[in-house]
């Protein structure tokens, strides 16, 4: 549940950073510099998530890694679409 919780919280804060790409760029392609930005700021969290489970939720490094590759993978695939989709041609 966990695991999904922050998942939706990481396409959560990717629409934020779009929105804030969107409001400070003069059009829809702002939206890719956004969404790569957002990529390091997500591995981050997603770290910073495997930090507190293995600090103090007592999980070892090897079953945090899987959780970190799954939580990171999904949002930034999305992001990666979000590039894809708005990068300027």
């Known amino acids: 549940m966990h695991v999904l919780m922050v998942i939706i919280g990481g396409i959560a804060l990717l629409g934020v950073v779009c929105l804030f790409g969107r ?7 702002a939206l890719a510099p956004a969404a790569k930005a957002f990529i390091p700021i997500w591995f981050i969290v997603t770290v910073v998530n495997m930090w507190i489970g293995v ?3 007592g999980y070892t490094v090897m079953d945090e890694l899987s959780i970190l590759g799954l939580n990171f993978a999904i949002p930034a695939g999305v992001a990666a679409v979000v590039i894809w989709q708005f990068v300027k041609r």
């Open 23 to 29: 409001l400070w760029g003069a059009d829809m392609s």
């Open 55 to 57: 600090t103090r939720a």
